[in-house]
């Protein structure tokens, strides 16, 4: 009888209920993955707040960069405009300030003119007139190195834009609209016509 009760009570024995604590440990764990799910959580929600923030500061650095690089173009346009104005006005200048000196030079050229036109041929060769010759061939030779040249008249078709016409005449040698006889001669300045010939035309 006592094998049989061997043998029964391994069977009827029941397992060991578990203590407080040990039923108490699966919560405890959940409330902890529970609670580092919300921190890690909350870091991820703080890393995309800072990614956010980052993104932000970058886009107004990035929209002020581009407001200084076209602020700086604009500047530089001007700037090229302003001396592109200032070289055209100092050209301007230059040029008014230029054709005023030869407009008053051109009445001494015409006075050398008619003082060598009028020596007699017989003192073609005196001091007085070599000295007036190299004087008028000085001064002819400055006003072209700058840019001053007679016009053609003389056997040229009358053309308004260099001619000034103030009378008619006859002339077996020229055709009709042909300048005969020059009277006052003409000069340009590059290629603007600072004074018109004054000439005589062909009827």
Do not use: C, W
């Amino acid at each position: 009888m006592e094998e049989e009760k061997k043998d029964i009570n391994p069977e009827m024995q029941q397992e060991p209920e578990k203590t407080a604590e040990e039923t108490e440990q699966p919560e405890e764990a959940k409330e902890a993955e529970a609670s580092g799910a919300e921190e890690a959580s909350e870091d991820d929600k703080a890393s995309l707040k800072d990614k956010k923030k980052k993104k932000e500061k970058k886009d107004k650095r990035d929209e002020r960069i581009a407001e200084l690089e076209d602020k700086v173009k604009r500047q530089l346009a001007e700037f090229e405009n302003f001396r592109n104005r200032s070289e055209k006005e100092k050209a301007s200048m230059y040029e008014m300030g230029a054709r005023s000196v030869i407009e008053k030079m051109l009445p001494v050229i015409d006075n050398f003119e008619r003082g060598l036109a009028a020596i007699p041929e017989d003192e073609q060769d005196s001091a007085l007139a070599t000295g007036m010759q190299m004087i008028y061939k000085q001064l002819s030779g400055e006003l072209e190195a700058i840019g001053v040249k007679p016009i053609e008249a003389l056997g040229k078709e009358f053309d308004p834009n260099f001619h000034n016409a103030v009378m008619q005449t006859e002339s077996n040698e020229y055709d009709s609209g042909v300048v005969a006889q020059e009277l006052q001669k003409g000069y340009m300045y590059h290629d603007t016509v600072i004074r018109h010939s004054m000439v005589s035309v062909v009827q």
